[in-house]
């Protein structure tokens, strides 16, 4: 099954997404840093055949979605603001389905808008470690040098078998193909060299640190069945103690994939199908009447 190209404006940007299925029951995948909707494309028609109606979002300056004009950041805020204009044009209440980033930013967003998400399934993603205060002025530091080494620098060019390659490194569970999947949809040709589609500003510091206290607000407000999935050999580690925490707190169920890392939807997409299918038709028959 081929998806659909589709381009939304929401919060005055416009937005790509793909789209795969029909019908009411809408589920919205939201990829990781630095990566794209066509991330899915071995997860998302599984989805669809079973009859749900399946959106992936390229964030804001990541895939073919529109940057942020001049002055502009991409402050982690922003992707929920994203998503607020971005959801009601779907369907009154989605799914939604959130990888790494993708999953920390699902999360913040079930807590600020409790009754647009039907239910959640983070995967290899619930935030970031908190930070302490006092590190704060040492942060915004690194991210105004950030910004002038941005400004100073020529976008770079890119060479697809070594930006692949690199991204094996990385993700050692990653397959060639999927490898080559991941870089081939986040480059594009432009004058004749071909280069990253994600706006530079995306490698600079964030400066705001990610605060637990802060986040535990957020958490406390997600009304929705919670999912976390998360790869057996992920070398994704919060520490025990504050997983747990942020599990107890969102009252989710947890599913470990063997065979994955920090990819599942790219290493074991047919399990990991089968677990968000059982976990979203569980959230239908709770809520048959409003999805």
């Known amino acids: 099954m081929e998806p659909r190209d589709l381009y939304?404006?929401?919060?005055?940007?416009?937005?790509?997404?793909?789209e795969w299925g029909a019908g009411e029951r809408?589920?919205?995948?939201?990829?990781?840093?630095l990566e794209h909707a066509h991330a899915w494309d071995l997860l998302a028609p599984r989805l669809a055949d079973a009859g749900l109606h399946v959106y992936a979002l390229d964030w804001r300056g990541q895939g073919d979605s529109e940057w942020v004009g001049a002055g502009g950041y991409y402050h982690f805020m922003d992707y929920l603001a994203d998503l607020s204009f971005l959801v009601p044009q779907l369907s009154e209440r989605v799914a939604l389905v959130g990888h790494s980033m993708g999953g920390g930013a699902a999360v913040l967003y079930a807590g600020a808008e409790p009754e647009r998400v039907i239910a959640l399934a983070s995967i290899e993603g619930l935030g970031m470690p908190g930070s302490d205060p006092a590190e704060a002025?040492?942060?915004v530091g690194d991210w105004l040098e950030d910004l002038r080494r941005v400004g100073r620098r020529p976008r770079a060019r890119v060479s697809l078998e070594d930006a692949a390659e690199r991204m094996r490194a990385r993700f050692p569970t990653l397959s060639p193909e999927a490898a080559r999947h991941l870089t081939l949809h986040n480059t594009r040709m432009e004058d004749g060299e071909l280069r990253w589609k994600f706006d530079p500003l995306h490698q600079t510091r964030a400066p705001q640190p990610s605060y637990v206290a802060q986040s535990r607000a957020f958490w406390r407000r997600v009304t929705?069945?919670?999912?976390?999935?998360?790869?057996?050999?992920?070398?994704?580690?919060?520490?025990?103690?504050?997983?747990?925490e942020r599990l107890t707190a969102l009252r989710a169920s947890r599913v470990t994939l063997a065979g994955a890392a920090h990819h599942p939807h790219l290493e074991q997409p047919a399990a990991l199908a089968e677990a968000l299918i059982a976990f979203l038709q569980l959230a239908a028959r709770r809520h048959s009447r409003s999805w």
């Not at 939304?8 to 793909?18: E, I, S, W, Y």
């Not at 929705?224 to 747990?244: I, K």
């Open 8 to 18: 939304l404006t929401a919060n005055r940007l416009r937005l790509h997404l793909l």
């Open 26 to 33: 809408v589920v919205l995948l939201l990829h990781g840093f």
């Open 137 to 139: 002025p040492a942060r």
């Open 224 to 244: 929705c069945p919670v999912l976390y999935v998360e790869g057996r050999e992920s070398f994704l580690r919060l520490g025990a103690d504050d997983l747990e």
